[in-house]
Structure formats: C-alpha cells, structure tokens
C-alpha cells in the first residue's frame, strides 16, 4: 500500500510539473531572459518547447544581448523550440508555424553571426515555405553560406529544383555550392538533373557536378563519365573516373557483375596515362573483391603500373584465383604481350614461391625490350641461381647500358649466395664486376667480396677506391685483407707497409683489430691510435644535466678549460685511452649514463698554421669548438663509427684547445677522434693535455 502511494504522489507532482511548464507564456520567457537571474534562464530553456512559435521572435530579440549570459540562454531555447518542432511527432501543424516565426526572425537587426544561427535552426525544421525567403539571405553574402547550407537541408522536390535553378546561375562559386549540395540528395530525377547541369557547363561548374553524381549517381551516368575520361582535361578526367570508382564501390553489393566491368575497363584503359596510379590501384583492388579466375586476363592486361604495392596486389589475385596454374598461365601471357604489360608479368613470375621460373627468366635476358631484361635480371638477383651465370654475364658486358647495372647486382646475389660454390672464381668474378659497377652498393658490393677473397695482386685496382669517403670502409677492408695474405705468404716488408697503411687511413675496428695483431705477429710495435691520427690523452667532465643549456652551446666554464676548477660540481677526469682507435667510453666512466651531457677536452701542438680534417663519431650527437669557435655540430642519434663526421679546420701555431660536448639519450656513450691532413692521410701530432 505504501508503495503505491509514493507511486501516486510521484505521478501526481510529474503532473503539476508539466502543468506548469504549459502555463508558462511569452512574457514569462521574455521577462526571465530580461534578468539576471540564471535559475530563471534555465527555466525559460526548460518552458520554451511548450510556447513553441510564439515565443521565437521576442526570445530571437535576445540573441545579441550585451551578457552573453543572455545570449546563450535564448539560444538555447531557440535550439529547443525548433528541436520540438522537428520531430515529426509535434506535427505539420507546429512545424510549419516555427519555420514561419523562423523566416520572420531572420528580418530583425542582429549581427550575420546571430543570423547564421536562426538559419541554421531554420534548416531543422523548414519545408516548402521556407526556399523562397533563403533565396533571399543566399543572394546576400556575408549569409550565403549558411543559407545555402539551411536549403540544402530542406527536403523535397521544391528544394532539389530551387538547388538545380542556383546550379545554372552566372555566379561559379554559389552554382558549385549548389552542386555540391544537390550530390547529397535522393529525390527522384537528381541525378537526370546532374547529369544535364554536366552536360551543359563547364570548368569549376563541369567538375562539381561530375564530383557530386560519384557521390549520388547510379550506372545511368556512367555513359557520361565514360565521355569525359576519354575526352576531358586532366582534372575533369580524374573526376570522372574517381565518380566512376565510388558508383562502382557502391554497386558491389547489388551488382558485382557490373561493378568489376567498370574496374576491368578503367584497369584496361585503353589511354593508361590519363588513369592515375591510385584509380589503377582502387580498380584493380574492387577486381580482387568481387572477380574470379575470368577475369584475371584483365588484371594482366592493365599491369602497367610501377608500384609495388599494385604489383603485389594484382599477384595476389592471380595467385589466389589460379593456384598451382599461375607460373604457367604467366609465362604463357608474357610470351605474347606487348613490352610494358612482358615487364610486369616478368616480375611477377619472379616473386612466385612455387614453380621453376629460372629458366624463364634466363630466356627473358635476351628479350628486345629493356624493361623486360631489367625485371628479369632484378628476378635473379632475388633468386640467385647458377644457371644464370653465363646470361647475365653477356647483359652485363653486351646488354643496354640501362639493364648492365640490374645484371651486375644478380651476378653478386649468385657470388654472396654461392661463395666457392659459384660458377665463376670469387676473386676474379668480384674484380670483373668492380671494373664495371657505376653504382656505389655495387662498387661497395665487390669490394666486400674481395676482402672476403683477398688477391695482392689487386692492391693497385683497390688503393684509389681507399681515398674516396663513399668507399673507404669496404676497400679498406679488402686492403687489410691482401695485407694479411701477403703476411701469410711471409712477405713481412710488404706485408708490414699495406698493414700500416691500413690502420693510417681509419680502417673499420675489426680490419684494424686484424691488421695491427698481425703487426704485433710480426714483431712491430707502435703506438698505431697516434700512426693513425687519434687522439688518445683527454681530460673529460661530466654527466650534466641537458636542460643546462642548449643542446649545441656549452657551459660557460668549460670553454675557459681551467681544469683545476670544478663545473657545476662536477671534477674534470684524466683519460688515456688505449684503445687502438682512440674510443672513449663515457657509459663506463659516469653515473648516469642516460639523457645526459659530458664534455672532453684535448691540447693539440702544431708547429705552423695549417688546414687539417677532424674526423671523429660519437654516441649520440656532438658538438665541437677548436680555439673556442665552435665548428661543429651534429645532433645525431647512433653508435660511434670511426670517421662519422669530417670537420675542415685551421690550427694556429702552437697549442690548440679542442673541446667536446656529447650528447647522450640512451644505450651506449662514447666517441673517437683522429686529425689527418686535407687529403685524408693520417697526422700525428703532439698531445699536450694536462
């Protein structure tokens, strides 16, 4: 019993709750928006649904109320008047009466922003009656983007002709606008409309239509999208076969059949050039939603595409629809195909990963066609196989200057893949390649082969390639080896010379590692870090917090290099480092190692003034100043590699003061420095730090 009373009650107040809000009046809205009471703005937000259309002239007076208290709140109670009367349970009856107390509202003086927002209340819930007053606030225009927003809201055949009327105006921009609105339309004959409005214009008017039927259009178009693709400027063309593509997405699901005819004829096109590589990709990628084996001659067909990504996509489809019977049916098309379709299906039989196509691919070597013997020698390089040997060999010597790089490059594949396995003796084949490599990963490709297979009587053909920064680390490499095998041979003098000048010119670690054991074998000691230009005797400071200063300015202090005098709290450190190439580790030698700075300082003697290189790595960036200029700076993240950066610089007479500033984020910290001459020969000089 005494729940159904609380039930009473609650029902009963809910009512007097309701009563009250449809007593409420015009004046009641008006005088609580008067106010400055909030509570009572709530309540006339809350009441205004229930005035409805009366209320929307006086409470539209309140929008450009000096308290933007006000403002908002009569704004919100235009938003819920017209809220209410946009749903089609308030009836015709109430809609109609506030898109008429709307349009009134419009009339009155309040600024274009206040305006926009009536138009844009208006566009909820306006019908017939409202097109001809938008005309109007569309000609005006400072509001004609609002309104024409509000019409194209509008539902019915009124508005689509009043739309399809402003698309055949004089004005270009406000007939795309049109336009533009018409594409997001249903009413039966838009699209006829469009399709007119295409027809009859031209430019910016032309494109917007043809946009606008990709959005809305059905097949009816696709005659005059048809036209347009073959005849059209490039932006009209790109327009039509884009609306071509969306109908086409569209009809997946209703109409495959027709869908992949229109992705087999835009794949297909008999003008590939007008077709641009991303329409090609999305035709060929609705073909592999919806096609089957029969239509894979079309994909073929159209492979004329240098992306990899179509590639790959159109292999896929094949692959999928074909099965085992794709390396045949491949070779069985390139064989008859014209030039560019034969280089495409080349490619794509190389990536195959069943099936024999070498002996395809060995044939296609000494097809007619450029492209054709490019993408088979790229295939072997892939696949290196013996079998290619002696072809690639002939393209290699005797091919199209363009396609001699792609043999040479499968020629290595088959060397690093085969070793002493390979057709040809290692030395002599990496030798015959160097002699005719134009590309340097080539040129550094046959280099490393050499290293791997030393010849002394190579060291002529490998020493100019040491001078040159691109390829000194990988002749180096193969210097340092003939020097071994001269070593082992028990050629010491000669073996001792290559050996020297190996570590001299800053050879990577483990070839220097190699060559200075070798040395030591052989009963030479040196200091090989100073033969080699490295600085080994530092004075170091730090870790510092990075935010010190900025990441390429230094701590005051440190630049004045009074190495007595701590730095923000920090002592300054002797290292002499024995390593071979001057390697200092700082992760070793300070806490924390991580998102920090350190500084190094060295004395370098010259005894004249002289140009000389600065060659140095670090982990992570660096900073350098000589004599306190800075002259230097890399903000790198990487490992130290001997000789990263190549810094020209003047030392002047006596001592010079070279300071560093690495930069540390994680992992490994540390750096290397050598000095050498300006044609890179190694420079010994005294080191005085103290």
């Known amino acids: 019993m005494r729940g159904l009373l609380c039930t009473i009650l609650t029902v009963l107040a809910l009512l007097a709750s309701m009563a009250g809000a449809q007593q409420a009046t015009v004046d009641d809205l008006v005088t609580a928006l008067s106010g400055e009471d909030q509570e009572a703005w709530r309540d006339a937000w809350e009441a205004a649904p229930s005035v409805g259309a009366e209320a929307v002239v006086p409470v539209a007076g309140f929008l450009s109320a000096d308290d933007p208290g006000v403002a908002r709140a009569a704004q919100l109670c235009l938003e819920a008047i017209a809220t209410r009367a946009g749903d089609p349970e308030a009836g015709e009856e109430t809609r109609l009466a506030v898109s008429l107390a709307l349009i009134d509202a419009l009339d009155a003086d309040m600024p274009s922003p206040r305006r926009a927002q009536v138009l844009r209340y208006l566009s909820w819930v306006g019908g017939d009656e409202a097109i001809q007053p938008l005309g109007v606030w569309i000609a005006d225009p400072d509001m004609r983007v609002h309104a024409m927003r509000a019409l194209s809201r509008i539902p019915g055949t009124a508005a689509r002709d009043a739309l399809v009327a402003l698309a055949g105006g004089e004005d270009e921009s406000l007939a795309a606008a049109a336009i533009d609105a018409l594409g997001d339309r249903t009413e039966p004959g838009t699209e006829a409309s469009l399709i007119a409005i295409a027809r009859g214009s031209e430019g910016g008017v032309h494109v917007a239509a043809l946009h606008a039927l990709g959005r809305m259009g059905t097949p009816t178009c696709f005659e005059l999208l048809a036209e347009v693709a073959e005849d059209g400027n490039d932006v009209e063309r790109w327009t039509a076969v884009d609306s071509a593509l969306r109908i086409a997405q569209r009809l997946e699901a209703t109409d495959p059949g027709l869908a992949l005819e229109v992705y087999g004829t835009i794949l297909a096109s008999d003008v590939p050039d007008q077709i641009t590589a991303a329409q090609h990709l999305a035709a060929l990628s609705g073909i592999a939603r919806v096609g089957s084996a029969e239509v894979v001659d079309t994909v073929l067909e159209g492979l004329t595409a240098d992306d990899p990504i179509f590639m790959l996509t159109a292999m896929e489809f094949v692959v999928a629809q074909l099965g085992d019977d794709a390396l045949p049916t491949l070779i069985e ?265 350190a500084y190094a300082y060295a004395q370098i003697q010259s005894d004249a003034a002289r140009d000389v290189l600065i060659k140095l790595g670090s982990d992570d960036g660096v900073v350098v100043w000589l004599n306190d200029e800075r002259i230097h700076q890399n903000n790198a993240s990487r490992p130290v590699r001997v000789d990263d950066d190549t810094v020209t610089a003047a030392l002047q007479p006596g001592a010079n003061d070279l300071v560093l500033k690495i930069l540390q984020g994680g992992g490994g910290w540390g750096y290397t420095v050598r000095i050498t001459d300006t044609d890179g020969t190694a420079l010994p000089l005294e080191v005085t730090t103290p």
């Open 333 to 597: 098309a390139a064989e008859v195909a014209p030039g560019p379709q034969r280089a495409a299906m080349t490619w794509m039989i190389a990536q195959l990963g069943e099936g024999d196509p070498v002996p395809f691919l060995i044939e296609s070597l000494g097809d007619e066609s450029p492209d054709v013997v490019a993408a088979a020698a790229m295939g072997l390089s892939a696949r290196p196989d013996a079998r290619a040997w002696d072809a690639l060999g002939a393209v290699a010597s005797d091919g199209p200057e363009e396609v001699q790089g792609a043999a040479l490059d499968a020629i290595l594949s088959i060397l690093e893949s085969l070793g002493d396995d390979a057709p040809g003796p290692p030395t002599e084949s990496y030798a015959w390649v160097l002699e005719r490599a134009d590309q340097l990963d080539l040129t550094n490709r046959a280099l490393l082969g050499l290293a791997r297979n030393p010849d002394p009587a190579l060291l002529e053909t490998i020493e100019p390639y040491t001078r040159d920064p691109a390829t000194k680390a990988a002749s180096l490499a193969a210097y340092g080896g003939m020097g071994l095998v001269l070593a082992d041979l028990g050629e010491e003098a000669a073996a001792q010379e290559i050996l020297v000048e190996t570590v001299r010119r800053g050879a990577p670690r483990e070839v220097a590692s190699a060559a200075i054991q070798a040395l030591r074998d052989m009963g030479v000691e040196a200091d090989f870090a100073a033969e080699a230009g490295f600085i080994t005797e530092w004075r170091v400071i730090g870790p510092f917090a990075p935010n010190l200063t900025e990441w390429n300015e230094a701590l005051e202090a440190i630049l004045a290099a009074d190495l007595d005098e701590p730095v923000v709290g920090r002592e300054w450190q002797r290292v002499d480092t024995p390593d071979v190439q001057g390697m200092v580790n700082l992760e070793a030698m300070m806490e924390p190692n991580q998102n920090a700075v």
